[in-house]
């Protein structure tokens, strides 16, 4: 490895110049700073996950989360211990050995210099599990090489959509309708696997600032200014909307709970939904932030 900036591994081999790998070494520390301040507040430990007992444990673990057959978890435990051996990640957040959350990354094409996060699930939304196993993941790509993180999450879910726009500092980049086809879980039922491609800048301002708890706050739509569009959401509230510098698109609280007991009406939201962001998206803009009222912003920024 001679020759090589000192953060690369041979995961990653673009070359860098000297500045670059002082911003990167600097946007490790920092993150990893930021990583192991999350997990104390979560009070939660945080480890790479490598030995078959607990890659089990994590694969029961996402079973669980995402309520799959018995024997049936999103990734097994073969599949888990194929990315550890590849050279990807699989991050345990555990409080006294019960599992309270687990993540999992490969890493991308090397001119990229990006990973992409497979899964991650916390057991309790409220705790701030989820956020520390994120900023951990961070640092870990940061410290070998990587520049930038993706992954894919459903449109109509918003917690984790005012997660990963909000708390993590992301922009989504891409709407793929039923991106995974059917899946034999208990969170999407019967509905199409509609998703946002999530980008998200590691050494970038808004990562940064989320990372310290400043969270960029967006505000809604002005209903009696913007141009609303006249098609109707699902419960007769307004779908769509537009001003100057932006789009909103607005999405139910809790589609979940909706697929349980009234599947017609969440497949209308999910159309709904779909037809205004593939139309935003095919415009050139991204999906920058989110309103606590349910509104996603578009916008044609593009932050570093």
């Known amino acids: 490895m001679t020759g090589m900036p000192a953060f690369q591994t041979g995961h ?3 070359p860098a110049t000297r500045p670059q790998v ?11 700073v930021a990583a192991r301040h999350a997990a104390g507040t979560a009070k939660v ?7 078959l007992p607990r890659l089990k444990a994590v694969a029961q673990f996402f079973g669980q989360v995402w309520l799959t057959p018995k024997g049936q978890p999103p990734l097994g435990t073969d599949v888990l211990r194929a990315i550890v051996h590849a050279g990807g990640a699989v991050h345990i957040a555990h409080n006294g050995g019960d599992v309270a959350g687990a993540c999992a990354a490969i890493f991308r094409p090397p001119a990229t210099r990006g990973v992409y996060s497979l899964i991650a699930a916390a057991r309790s939304s409220d705790r701030g599990v989820g956020f520390a196993l994120k900023q951990a993941q961070r640092a870990w790509a940061l410290e070998h090489g990587a520049m930038s993180m993706t992954w894919t999450f459903d449109p109509l879910v918003s917690r984790n959509a005012r997660f990963n726009l909000v708390k993590l500092g992301a ?6 309708v039923d991106f995974y086809g059917p899946l034999d879980d208990g969170i999407d039922g019967q509905d199409e696997t509609d998703r946002l491609t999530v980008a998200w800048s590691l050494t970038g301002p808004r990562a940064a600032d989320a990372a310290a708890g400043r969270y960029a706050a967006v505000t809604g739509p002005d209903l009696g200014r913007a141009e609303l569009d006249p098609r109707r959401a699902p419960d007769g509230g307004p779908l769509a909307a537009r001003e100057q510098a932006a789009r909103w698109c607005r999405f139910p609280t809790d589609i979940v709970a909706i697929r349980r007991c009234d599947q017609p009406t969440a497949a209308q939201w999910r159309a709904g939904v779909r037809e205004v962001l593939l139309a935003a998206f095919a415009d050139g803009f991204a999906a920058t932030g989110m309103s606590r009222d349910g509104w996603y912003r578009l916008t ?5």
């Open 300 to 304: 044609r920024e593009e932050p570093a």
């Open 45 to 51: 430990r945080i480890e790479l996950a490598g030995d």
């Open 12 to 14: 990653m081999r673009n």
């Open 22 to 32: 002082v911003a990167q070494r600097a946007s490790h520390k920092a993150a990893a």
């Open 171 to 176: 922009i989504a980049i891409d709407y793929a």
